[in-house]
């Protein structure tokens, strides 16, 4: 059984910072999505189970960083230059298959429990 157990999060200012953080048990890909209020939850970030490769959507590029702790149980996701529209509920997500790198909600099984940002203007 895969547990997930997000922190971090909170309000910013446009142009802010905020980091996230997802414990996760087991040495498995991890993904970041999003979820805005009466929108469907889409893909962030993802990051290889050694934090040896990481994948961005492109409303990200450049501005959210995932990395990896020492010990690679946790997972981290530094978001830099926020916008009003990266307001959200963010979650960290396992992979069905622990070696892959989805982007589609459908691949991943096991879900945090989802952390709000807020970026005002």
């Known amino acids: 059984q895969v547990q997930l157990v997000e922190s971090g999060g909170g309000l910013a200012q446009a142009g802010g910072s905020l980091m996230l953080s997802c414990a996760v048990s087991?040495?498995?890909?991890v993904g970041w999505f999003r979820q805005a209020p009466g929108k469907e939850r889409e893909f962030v970030a993802a990051?290889?189970?050694?934090?040896?490769?990481?994948h961005y959507a492109d409303s990200v590029k450049g501005r959210f960083t995932s990395s990896r702790g020492n010990a690679k149980n946790t997972v981290y996701l530094q978001m830099n230059s926020l916008k009003p529209e990266d307001t959200a509920v963010y979650y960290c997500?396992?992979?069905?298959?622990?070696?892959?790198?989805?982007?589609?909600?459908?691949?991943?099984?096991?879900w945090g429990q989802g952390t709000q940002v807020t970026v005002s203007s």
């Open positions: 087991g040495r498995t890909s």
């Open positions: 990051i290889s189970w050694n934090g040896g490769s990481t």
């Open positions: 997500a396992v992979p069905r298959i622990p070696t892959i790198m989805a982007v589609t909600t459908t691949e991943y099984y096991y």
